[in-house]
Antibody
Framework: EVELVQSGGGLVQPGGSLRLSCAAS????????MSWVRQAPGKGLEWVAN????????YYVDSVKGRFTISRDNAENSLYLQMNSLRVDDTATYYC????????????WGKGTTVTVS | QSVLTQPPSVSGAPGQRVTISCTGT?????????VHWYEQLPGTAPKLLIY???NRPSGVPDRFSGSKSGTSASLAITGLQAEDEGDYYC???????????FGPGTKVTVL
């Protein structure tokens, strides 16, 4: 079964840091782009970042550039999001998702992890 | 505000047909990038519903269909069921922003 299991959310003060993790199983992780998408409380979805299969290309939404870093470990089938200089408006549920970059969509989603900046 | 535009809400009685529009611009839908649709039921993660404008992933009922024309796309739900209540998001790629963009979401209510 294709699955993305997320961990690493929590409560952090403004200006603090947090690292999210996403463990993939059931598919060949190294052959897929991966994305992070977030959803602020009561709000819609916002794409945050994605990373190429080998980690050589990374793209970010403007609001997180310079503060967030997406990375992956193909040997561990894991995706990460390092979040620094966190702001109150980064408060959201963060989803990792398998990214079909050739057609620009996400076909498998994790259950989400909550980040609260307060 | 979102780059893509959707109505905030639509509603229908069980068995009826509802449609959700998604309007973009010349840098996303109008630039011939595909539109994709996601369903988010209350308290759950988003789920891919339609990809590549018209395609349904395995397991998605054929009550759900998508279309695209010009700078707009639509999701239709026929034979509306109580379990269809939730939020529906369109998504595309934007060449000006160099990233994926979502609509604000449409809340579907079954009367």
């Amino acid at each position: 079964e294709v699955e993305l299991v997320q961990s690493g959310g929590g409560l952090v003060q403004p200006g603090g840091s947090l690292r999210l993790s996403c463990a993939a199983s059931g598919f060949n992780f190294r052959f897929y782009w991966m994305s992070w998408v977030r959803q602020a409380p009561g709000k819609g979805l916002e794409w945050v970042a994605n990373i190429k299969e080998d980690g050589s290309e990374k793209y970010y939404v403007d609001s997180v550039k310079g503060r967030f870093t997406i990375s992956r470990d193909n040997a561990e089938n894991s995706l990460y999001l390092q979040m620094n200089s966190l702001r109150v408006d980064d408060t959201a549920t963060y989803y990792c998702a398998r990214d079909k970059a050739s057609m620009y969509y996400m076909d498998v989603w994790g259950k989400g992890t909550t980040v609260t900046v307060s | 505000q979102s780059v893509l535009t959707q109505p905030p809400s639509v509603s229908g009685a069980p068995g009826q047909r509802v449609t959700i529009s998604c309007t973009g611009t010349s840098s996303n839908i109008g630039a011939d990038y595909d539109v994709h649709w996601y369903e988010q039921l209350p308290g759950t993660a988003p789920k891919l519903l339609i990809y590549g404008n018209t395609n349904r992933p395995s397991g998605v009922p054929d009550r759900f269909s998508g279309s695209k024309s010009g700078t707009s796309a639509s999701l239709a739900i026929t034979g509306l069921q109580a379990e269809d209540e939730g939020d529906y998001y369109c998504q595309s790629y934007d060449s000006s922003l160099n990233g994926y963009v979502f609509g604000p979401g449409t809340k579907v209510t079954v009367l």
